[in-house]
DNA sequence: GTTGTCTTCAACCACATGGTTGAGGAGATG
DNA sequence: CATCTCCTCAACCATGTGGTTGAAGACAAC
């Protein structure tokens, strides 16, 4: 995988274990033994998991004793809607336009000047 | 890689060559070969990263005689907004109560009622 | 100091992923 | 028909990933 940080938090949700893993920390923090228990998993595998977790920035860990508390750092959410939005936006422009032009092919089409185009060859739906 | 749809995406976006492409795909349709130029791998990796963006539901494919027009699919980015924005929401909230909760233990410090708290206790960062 | 609890490290395994090359299908064009 | 272009399929390879088990590190508690 590749070793850019909007890489590694895409990759590291997309998992569901550790999508709900980060869902249960956006309630409250919690312990690796805690994050363990509800899955059929051993505690190794979840501790990996919550390595990858924490390498893509998306959690934290303390010391508490023996016990490593687990922290989620919502701001790297931030990471990726800014990614998902930019482009998002650009579609949707995009798609605007295409719709304007639709309009104004319509308008001609209604108008005196004749034009070849017939509902056909603009694929209607 | 599990096999629901938010972990296909999650996963499909998880790739820089593939995130570039879908940032292309967001200006204008393309086919694979317009797709592949930018990059130093074989067309057939690149089309084997469409099989992905695709199995994703990020994009989908037409045909043009021996071309393959892909076109960018932005609906399915709702999908992560909406997880994301879910947790990152509930993750906020409890910083929010977090925050009321500290202003609420200085009130009682500077009240009368004996509180054993100190600084130390709280975590001052 | 010995024991017990929480967690990680190491080695291993099965399988997925991203890349390669080579062959071939689908269609336009000579 | 022959050929060229665009694209995909198949086989292969190296590496990564998610899981396992066993050992061990860090700390509390007896």
Aim: charged fraction near 40%.
């Amino acid at each position: 995988m590749a070793a850019d940080e909007l890489s590694r938090v895409f990759a590291a949700l997309a998992d569901p274990t550790r999508r709900d893993m980060v869902a249960r920390l956006a309630r409250r923090d919690a312990t690796v033994g805690e994050l363990a228990e509800p899955y059929d998993v051993s505690v190794q595998a979840i501790s990996k998991h919550l390595k990858v977790l924490e390498e893509s920035g998306l959690v934290s860990r303390s010391r508490d004793a023996q016990r490593r508390p687990v922290h989620l750092e919502a701001e790297v959410f931030d990471l990726m809607t800014k990614w998902i939005e930019r482009y998002r936006r650009e579609a949707e422009e995009r798609f605007r336009r295409l719709d304007d032009l639709l309009a104004r092919l319509d308008d001609e089409e209604a108008a005196p000047g004749g034009t070849r185009r017939t509902e056909q060859e603009r694929g209607a739906s």
